[in-house]
Each structure stands twice: as C-alpha cells, then as structure tokens.
T-cell receptor, first 117, second 114 residues
C-alpha cells in the first residue's frame, strides 16, 4: 500500500464510450501526476497538478481531459479513445513542486489497465 | 534532465547481492540520482536517491562515483520478490526549476533466480 489508490483497476471501453479514471491519495500531498505506460515502452508523463493547478500538459490529445478538484483527488476523463490508447495509466503524488528541499519522491498507485476496443 | 544508460537485463542468484549500474555522464551539479523499481503490473516504487554521497536505506545502497558520472544500486541480499524493472533517473530537485518530472527510460530488468 502506497497511500495512492486508483479505480477502476481494469477498464474495457469502446471507442465511442466516455469513462473516467479516479485517483485518490491519503498522504497529504499537493502534487499529483498522470502517467501512461504502453506495452514495451517507458512510462510517459501526461499531466502534472500542483495545489490543484495544472502545471504541465505533455502534449496529450484532447480526448484525455484531467480534473483535479482538490489536492487529494485526480481524475482522467476519457472520450472517443483509440485502440492505441490501450495502456496502463498510473497516478502518482508527491509533497509539492518547487520545494527547496531535496526530497520529493513520487508515490505511485497500482494503475488502471485500460483496453480500448 | 540528463539521460541515463542502463543495461537492459541482468540476472542474480537468490541471496546474492545484485549490483545494477547506471551511467549518467552528462549529469549536472544540481541533479540528483533517483532509483525506482516496477514489479510486474504494479506502479513504480521509490527505492533511494542521492546527490554525491553514498546512501543506504532499508531497501538498498546507492554508490555514486566521485565524478558523479555513474552510480550503482546494490540490493545486498536479493530475493525472488526483487524481480522487477529498475529505473535510474537523474533530475533537478528544489527551486523554480523543479517541475516534478520523472523521465523514465527502459530500465534494467532484474531477474532473481532460485
């Protein structure tokens, strides 16, 4: 248990569906992240939020829409996805960005395994 | 952030020390070396990090060369549960340049064998 939970753990959706992934952290952190891990590829950073404000969008297609209503929750809304979007989607959190300390490890959730048919 | 180079795979006998190398020859003075691992179908797990001194915690030891161009992660007594992909990452920490970004490479797949 890392203190970061993700639901659902597995999701199968059609290309016309709309679904949402949820991430929740119980660590008192203020920075949250979405990563994508496709088969045989390294993890790719998608979005970064710090104190509920988006600080990074790594050229992610608009069919992925993040939402961060508070520092403990992060959502990834999905619509009109493509089969190549099938991947493991990982959420992570850390204390915060721009801290003047050398300690800002990221804690990862277990991921949501997404399959787009 | 600086690029790292790791061997794609390594084997280790159970109970023996696993030594995982990482080259980061272009590391800057304000970049730390971080190690994460990812056990199959799970999220990555933080292991250890360091700047220039050797570090040790309950999971592993990190040895950084004096010129900081390479490092070695040591798992002193590898178990079957240590089979995972190990990622070496260098990144700036602190200050306005800290975007929190972790850039993952392909990592080293460590297979611990009985």
């Amino acid at each position: 248990e890392t203190g970061v939970t993700q639901t659902p753990r597995h999701l199968v959706m059609g290309m016309t569906n709309k679904k949402s992934l949820k991430c929740e952290q119980h660590l008192g952190h203020n920075a949250m992240y979405w990563y994508k891990q496709s088969a045989k590829k390294p993890l790719e950073l998608m979005f970064v939020y710090n104190f509920k404000e988006q600080t990074e969008n790594n050229s992610v297609p608009s069919r992925f829409s993040p939402e961060c209503p508070n520092s403990s929750h992060l959502f990834l809304h999905l619509h009109t996805l493509q089969p190549e979007d099938s991947a493991l989607y990982l959420c992570a959190s850390s204390l915060s960005l721009f801290r003047l300390v050398d300690y800002n490890e990221q804690f990862f959730g277990p991921g949501t395994r997404l399959t787009v048919l | 952030d600086a690029k790292t180079t790791q061997p794609p795979s390594m084997d280790c006998a159970e109970g023996r020390a696993a030594n995982l190398p990482c080259n980061h020859s272009t590391i800057s003075g304000n970049e730390y070396v971080y190690w994460y691992r990812q056990i199959h179908s799970q999220g990555p797990q933080y292991i250890i990090h360091g700047l220039k001194n050797n570090e040790t915690n309950e999971m592993a030891s990190l040895i950084i060369t004096e010129d900081r161009k390479s490092s070695t992660l040591i798992l002193p007594h590898a178990t079957l549960r240590d089979t995972a992909v190990y990622y070496c990452i260098v990144r700036v920490v602190g200050g306005s340049s800290n975007t929190g970004k972790l850039i993952f490479g392909q990592g080293t797949t460590l297979q611990v064998k009985p």
